[in-house]
C-alpha cells in the first residue's frame, strides 16, 4: 500500500519537474494523461481545453491513436458530460454513460473508441474553470472511487496552469493579429487621405489665388480667409504623405551640404509673424553659427518646424520659445525649448506616434492631427539621428534632436544621390 502510495507521488512528481523544467506544452499534457490513465487504471485519458472564441471545449491531449481524430471536435456545454463539469467546475463520476443523457457520443465516433465509464474533473485556475481532464473506462469494468478522484484532481491542478498558460499566449496571438490590422488600417488611410485629398486642394488653392487677384476690394478678405484654411490643409495633407511616403519606403534622402545655422534662422523668421501675433518672443542662440552638415535639409527643415509650430501652439500669450544649436560629440544639437503648458509624464512615452495627441480631440482647443512630432521623428531618424522629448506640465517643454556631423554615419540605404555645394 505505501509502496502503491509512493509510486504515485514519484508519477506527480515528475510532472512537476516537467513544468518546472519549461518543456513543450504539448509534451507535459500528453504526459499528464498517461499518468492519469497510469494511476487511476483507466483505458485512456483526455484533456479539454474552453475556447472563448466558439464557446466550446476541444482537445489538447489525447492518447495518441485518437489524437488526429478528435483533433477538429468540438464539444459543446450543454448535452456533453465535459460540458457539465467545465460549467459546474465540479468533479463527476459516471459508472454508464450510456444510462446518462449527458453523454455526447460525437467523439466516440470520431475516434471509434466505446466509452463505458467516466471520471472528469475540471481544470480549475484561481477558481475558475479553463478546462476539463478526464479518465475513460476503468479497467475491469472497476468503480471509480474517491481515491481515483483526488489522483485526478492532482493532476487537473497542474494541468490548469499549462491550459491557462495556452489560453494567454493565443489571447497576446490574437491581440498581436488585431494590432498589427489596426496598424495596417491606419497606414491604408494615410496613403488613401493624403492621395484623394491633394488633387481638390490644389484646385481649391490655385482658383482661389486666382480669384483673389481678379475680385474687388471688399471681398478680398474672405477669399484670405479661403486661401488660409487651404494652405492648412495642405500642411496637413503633406505631413500625412511625409509618413506614407517613409512607410513605404519611396523616401529617400537628397545629401547635400548645408549650414545648420542658415537652415535654422530661414525657418525662425518665417514664424516670427506669428509669433509677434501671440506676443511670444521666438529667440535663436546658435553657438555654432559656421557649422555645416551633410543631410536632406528640406526633411530637416520639416522636423524643425513641426517642433516650432508645435512650440507656437502650446505656449500661451507673452511665452518665450530659445532655439538652441550646439555641437557636442559626434553630433550637432537642436533644441526647441517653451515655457508653454507643457505634457503630462504619462503621455511623453506617446508623444511621437502617429496620431497622438495629449486632448482628446473632442475637448481640444488646438488643430492638428498628432502627426506633426512622428513626421519629425521619421525625419531625424532617416538621417540616423535621435529626436528627445522632456517636459513639465505647467512649466514647459524641451525637443531635442541630434544629428550626426559625419555624413558616413547615415544609413546607405536611405540616400539617392549626393551633391556637394
Ligand atoms: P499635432 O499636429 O496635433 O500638434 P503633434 O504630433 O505635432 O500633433 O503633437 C502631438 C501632441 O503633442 C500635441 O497634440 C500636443 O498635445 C503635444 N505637444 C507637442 N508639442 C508640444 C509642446 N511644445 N508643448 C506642449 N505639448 C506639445
Redesign the pocket.
Known amino acids: 500500500m505505501i509502496n502503491e502510495r509512493l509510486k504515485r507521488l514519484e508519477r506527480i512528481l515528475e510532472l512537476t519537474r516537467m513544468i518546472s523544467a519549461d518543456l513543450d506544452y504539448s509534451t507535459i499534457l500528453q504526459t499528464a494523461i498517461s499518468i492519469a490513465s497510469e494511476l487511476t487504471n483507466s483505458e485512456i485519458a483526455s484533456i479539454l481545453k474552453y475556447d472563448e472564441g466558439d464557446n466550446h471545449l476541444h482537445f489538447v491531449a489525447a492518447p495518441w491513436f485518437h489524437k488526429d481524430a478528435v483533433e477538429g471536435v468540438r464539444v459543446p456545454l450543454e448535452e456533453s458530460i465535459a460540458g457539465w463539469v467545465y460549467v459546474h467546475a465540479k468533479p463527476l463520476v459516471i459508472q454508464d454513460v450510456h444510462g446518462d443523457e449527458r453523454f455526447y457520443s460525437e467523439v466516440d465516433l470520431a475516434a471509434e473508441f466505446q466509452t463505458y465509464s467516466i471520471l472528469a474533473v475540471p481544470l480549475l485556475v484561481k477558481g475558475r474553470a479553463v478546462g476539463v481532464f478526464e479518465a475513460l473506462n476503468k479497467i475491469s469494468r472497476a468503480h471509480y472511487n474517491g481515491e481515483d478522484v483526488t489522483i485526478l484532481e492532482t493532476l487537473a491542478s497542474l494541468a490548469a496552469l499549462i491550459v491557462s498558460n495556452i489560453s494567454l499566449e493565443e489571447r497576446v496571438e490574437k491581440t498581436r493579429v488585431e494590432a498589427e490590422k489596426l496598424e495596417q488600417m491606419k497606414n491604408d488611410f494615410i496613403a488613401i487621405s493624403s492621395h484623394e485629398l491633394r488633387t481638390p486642394l490644389g484646385l481649391i488653392l490655385g482658383h482661389s489665388t486666382f480669384l483673389r487677384e481678379v475680385i474687388d476690394e471688399e471681398h478680398q478678405e474672405q477669399l484670405d480667409t479661403i486661401i488660409r484654411s487651404g494652405a492648412k490643409l495642405k500642411e496637413i495633407i503633406e505631413n500625412m504623405s511625409n509618413v506614407k511616403n517613409f512607410q513605404s519606403g519611396a523616401a529617400r534622402l537628397r545629401m547635400r551640404k548645408f549650414s545648420l545655422a542658415n537652415l535654422l534662422l530661414d525657418s525662425i523668421n518665417v514664424f516670427q509673424e506669428a509669433a509677434q501675433e501671440k506676443k511670444i518672443t521666438l529667440h535663436p542662440d546658435i553657438k555654432t553659427p559656421e557649422l555645416l552638415l551633410e543631410g536632406d535639409a528640406a526633411k530637416i527643415e520639416i522636423a524643425f518646424s513641426?517642433l516650432i509650430k508645435?512650440?507656437l501652439?502650446?505656449?500661451p500669450e507673452g511665452g518665450h520659445i530659445f532655439v538652441v544649436a550646439e555641437e557636442i560629440p559626434g553630433y550637432a544639437k537642436v533644441s526647441v525649448v517653451?515655457d508653454?503648458?507643457?505634457?503630462p509624464e504619462k503621455d511623453l512615452p506617446h508623444?511621437f506616434e502617429r496620431f497622438?495627441?495629449?486632448?482628446s480631440h473632442l475637448t481640444?482647443q488646438?488643430g492638428?492631427?498628432?502627426?506633426?512630432?512622428?513626421v519629425a521623428k521619421v525625419m531625424i531618424e532617416m538621417h540616423s539621428g535621435e529626436i528627445l522629448v522632456e517636459?513639465v506640465l505647467d512649466k514647459g517643454?524641451r525637443?531635442t534632436f541630434l544629428l550626426p556631423l559625419d555624413p558616413n554615419q547615415i544609413d546607405a540605404g536611405q540616400r539617392v544621390f549626393h551633391t556637394k555645394i
Open positions: 513641426n508645435n512650440a501652439t502650446f505656449t517653451d508653454g503648458i507643457g505634457i508623444i497622438y495627441q495629449v486632448e481640444r488646438h492638428g492631427m498628432g502627426l506633426g512630432l512622428s517636459s517643454s525637443f
